[in-house]
């Protein structure tokens, strides 16, 4: 396999895997900050995983997921 197919520079792929990230630090900063487990590990997932997904599509669908997952699971929690 050609290492190169995992380095992608296509636009939305940066665009889409710079937001989540984003996101994902704003997750950890506040799972972190007051001691949930839930969005302190989400956070780490949503700033590594575009490392690992070439598509922007298939980044963006990962991306909501877990963006709403912990959101959904606290809500239903209560």
Do not use: C, E, N
């Amino acid at each position: 396999m050609d290492p190169s197919a995992f380095l992608s520079l296509d636009p939305w792929t940066l665009f889409f895997g710079f937001v989540f990230s984003v996101i994902g630090f704003g997750y950890y900063r506040y799972g972190k900050r007051q001691g949930d487990t839930v969005m302190l590990v989400a956070g780490v997932v949503l700033m590594v995983y575009p490392l690992f997904v070439t598509g922007p599509m298939m980044l963006t669908v990962i991306g909501v997921i877990l963006t709403a997952g912990p959101v959904m699971a606290k809500r239903l929690g209560r």
